[in-house]
């Protein structure tokens, strides 16, 4: 099938590649020059494991080719739409203006018969909107949310965990999904959950599971509160109540908290948009759900000032990790940079590395020191925080190694993804998120 993807950004880059992996014809579409000259030659314009791999098998077989030009849509059965939808500047909710675009761009090339297939993070209601402008070109919309991982967005765009569509409440709805089971044809015929709603529920689908995964997090993080305040362990606690199978032990990591360009404006634009609908307190608890996630970065930044004493004027502290996350070059709202930026305001000399990330953390934060080899960004610390948690120092960095290098023996474990009772038995203070 010949499908067009609006948008060449994170999700749109990798579901174009995914898709022509799978055997489709398709053409990814944005105004970004740069990144399409990068695309067209099978280099992808952020790290993204297994990317490059089905981006240059897909150019070199002619199954997908990128442009900056929106007449080549013309002619795809299916158009993914996958732009951004940054938080406003002035508030909480939403920014539409690239999604508006793309489809006020798109819809002269629309013919009878089309599938428009929204993929964006847009607050409810927003397809209804959208519908007219489609429906007047003889095009069907429908809403088919992603639920991407970064760091395992290649897999979970060829093995969903479950696929959504919203589709109008009529006939051409019923064919409109159709279309998309025979798109997605190798997950749907190993079983993948297909799961057909209405527009609203598909656009609401995205937003909740986020909004939970949130809540989860930052629950966790109020019990490593607790935990603090009363000599408890976190870890173990969350050991305990993930036992229960209505509970689950994932998304239960007590530590510095989550970022990127999803949970964090996401979680506000839900509420916004809820405000609007006059059901603000429907999702009131996601105001606290984000303040207890800023605080765990204001209590990284305390543990350091209180290992060293609060004497940190000149300080040395390395700060491990610049990614939001591990796997990932992506510092949006990243609570590493957010750390060392506070530490260095209060006159440490900060060292940030990282494996992916330090191009991008340089860009937005060039006032901090960044070193890519790991051993090198530790030599002479005074202390030291972990605050991504990559293999590079959960897992290969040991507390004997890491002693031969630095100067003083502070391990802040902004993720509690260290063995505690090692790192102290080498000599070190370890001091983890919620635990004693």
């Not at 002035?90 to 006020?104: C, K």
């Not at 629309?110 to 402008?133: E, F, R």
Request: glycine share 10%; hydrophobic share 45%.
């Amino acid at each position: 099938m010949k499908l067009s993807v609006i948008g060449c950004g994170y999700l749109g880059a990798v579901h174009a590649a995914a898709m022509a992996s799978i055997g489709h014809e398709v053409v990814g579409i944005d105004v970004d020059e740069r990144k399409i000259a990068a695309l067209s030659v099978g280099e992808a314009p952020f790290f993204e494991p297994g990317l490059p791999e089905i981006l240059q098998q897909g150019i070199a077989s002619g199954n997908l080719r990128f442009t900056t030009d929106m007449s080549e849509a013309r002619g795809a059965k299916v158009h993914f739409v996958g732009v951004g939808t940054p938080q406003q500047k002035d508030g909480y909710a939403a920014d539409l203006t690239y999604v508006n675009g793309a489809f006020e761009a798109l819809a002269p090339y629309l013919s009878p018969g089309d599938v428009v297939a929204g993929k964006s993070t847009v607050p409810v209601g927003t397809a209804a909107d959208l519908a007219p402008l489609v429906e007047r070109t003889g095009a069907t919309l429908v809403w088919n949310p992603e639920f991407l991982r970064e760091g395992f967005a290649v897999k979970d765009t060829i093995d969903p965990d479950r696929l959504v569509v919203g589709v109008p409440q009529d006939e051409s709805g019923e064919i409109a999904a159709d279309v998309l089971r025979e798109v997605y044809h190798p997950a749907v015929a190993k079983g993948t959950p297909f799961l057909v709603t209405d527009l609203a529920t598909a656009e609401l689908v995205k937003v909740a599971a986020n909004a939970f995964l949130a809540t989860k997090i930052s629950f966790i993080n109020a019990m490593a509160e607790i935990a603090e305040a009363t000599g408890a362990d976190v870890t173990q606690l969350a050991d305990a109540i993930g036992h229960d199978v209505r509970i689950g032990r994932r998304f239960l990591g007590a530590g510095i908290g989550f970022g990127g360009g999803c949970l964090p404006k996401d979680i506000r634009a839900f509420a916004a948009r809820a405000e609007e609908l006059g059901r603000g307190e429907s999702v009131g608890f996601l105001r606290e759900v984000d303040a207890i996630n800023l605080r765990r970065r204001e209590r990284a930044v305390t543990l350091v000032l209180d290992a060293l004493d609060h004497d940190i004027v000149g300080k040395r502290v390395t700060v491990l990790g610049a990614a939001f996350k591990p796997h990932s070059d992506d510092i949006r709202d990243s609570p590493a940079l957010d750390v060392a930026v506070r530490l260095r305001g209060l006159g440490a000399e900060v060292t940030v590395t990282d494996p992916q990330a330090i191009e991008n953390a340089r860009r937005q934060h060039p006032q901090l020191t960044y070193v890519a080899d790991r051993d090198e960004a530790l030599r002479n610390a005074d202390a030291v925080i972990l605050v991504t948690e990559w293999d590079e120092y959960r897992r290969n960095l040991s507390p004997e190694h890491a002693a031969t290098l630095t100067t003083g023996r502070i391990m802040i474990d902004g993720r509690n993804g260290l063995d505690a009772a090692a790192w102290r038995a080498a000599g070190w203070t370890y001091v983890g998120m919620g635990r004693p």
